[in-house]
Structure formats: C-alpha cells, structure tokens
C-alpha cells in the first residue's frame, strides 16, 4: 500500500509516520511520495534528506482545481493509495476527492467538532475546555469535517499555555496518524451514518 503525504511547513507527522514505518508498525504499507506547496517548507527538506520522492507543488497563478489536478497527477503518477495530509494549509477541492473518494485522511489539534479551522489549541485555551486532543479524520468537502476515524485526549493543565498545549497534543497525534492509517489499511470497516465501524 502507497501513501501520499501532502505538507506545507514543518512536518513532524510526516517524519513521525516515516520512522513508525521503518520500525515496521504498518509492514504493508511505503511512502511512495512527499508533497509540498511550499518550496523550502522543512517537512519537504527532511523527506529530501531521507530519500524520499519529494516535490513542491505551488499553487501561485494556478485555480484550486488546476492545482489539485497537478497534484492528482503526481499522486497517482507514484501509483498512491492513501493520501495524507499532514499539515497541508490548503482546502481540497472536489475533483481531488474524486479522485480518492474516501481515500485522504487529515490529522487536526482538537476534539472535533470543537475548534475547527486555524489555531485550534488556542481556541481550547480561550474557551477554557479542560480536555482537548487530536482528531484523524477522513477528508470531505467542508473544513474539519470528515468521518473520524481515531480521537486522543489530552487534558489541559492550569498553566498550560498554547506552546505547551500544542506540544502535549502533538506527541499524541504522533502516535495517533500512524494508527489510523493501520485501521483504514486493514479495509476492515465500514462507514454507516458518519461512523467508523470496525467489521467483526
Ligand atoms: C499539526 O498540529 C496538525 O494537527 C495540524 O497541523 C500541524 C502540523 O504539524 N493539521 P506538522 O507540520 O506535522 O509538524
């Protein structure tokens, strides 16, 4: 099975689920290619530096669906199963999910539905919850709303701030991308009502 990753900064979930792989958690499953719409994004340079088949894919002077369409071609040129995005800043539009109907994942820094949208471990702080998490989820066309697929919980202590929250979630979003990619590779589920249902 052939992953797609797709990032724009960082990219420690990417490098997360690299090594999960090379410790051998999902035997079945390769990162066929890395993609980026940010040249220099460091998610990019890592999976340079690991050998990896890594491209920058801008978007400037293109619509969202030119984009997305170069970026389908690429996925599917590298012959991709799963698509994952890991920190990708961009919406996907239809004619990617078409393309991989129920077939990209996301990771996001919150319980969803609470906090969808940009600096969602701010917005738990503000709000005062005093459990957040991450949340994997299956990719449609609106924002942080896709089937969930795997949920973790993280509490929020009193002194937490953003910085410290964001790193407590993140550790556990480290585990949980890996994971959910193993559950939706197994093909041993079914969807039913927006839910995620393991087959027996
Ligand atoms: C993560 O917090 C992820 O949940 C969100 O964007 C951040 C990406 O971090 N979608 P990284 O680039 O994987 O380090």
Do not use: W
Not at 183 to 192: A, D, N, P, T
């Amino acid at each position: 099975m052939k992953l797609g990753i797709l990032l724009s900064g960082r990219g420690s979930n990417f490098i997360a689920i690299a090594d999960n792989l090379a410790a051998g958690q999902i035997p079945e499953a390769e990162i066929a290619v890395v993609i980026s719409n940010k040249p220099y994004a460091a998610g990019i340079e890592e999976a340079q530096k690991r050998g990896l088949n890594a491209h920058v894919i801008q978007s400037k002077g293109l619509s969202r669906a030119e984009h997305d369409a170069a970026i389908v071609a690429c996925l599917r040129e590298h012959r991709v199963d799963l698509v994952c995005l890991a920190g990708y800043m961009r919406l996907i539009s239809p004619v990617f999910l078409e393309a991989f109907p129920n077939r990209v994942l996301n990771i996001h820094p919150s319980l969803l539905p609470a906090f969808p949208g940009l600096d969602a471990q701010r917005q738990a702080l503000e709000y005062g919850v005093r459990i957040s998490g991450c949340t994997v989820h299956f990719v449609d066309e609106n924002l942080d709303h896709g089937v969930i697929i795997l949920q973790k919980a993280v509490p929020v202590l009193p002194a937490d701030d953003e910085a410290s929250l964001s790193q407590r979630i993140l550790e556990q979003e480290h585990v949980a991308y890996t994971e959910a990619i193993k559950m939706v590779l197994s093909g041993e589920y079914e969807i039913k009502d927006r839910k995620y249902l393991k087959k027996k």
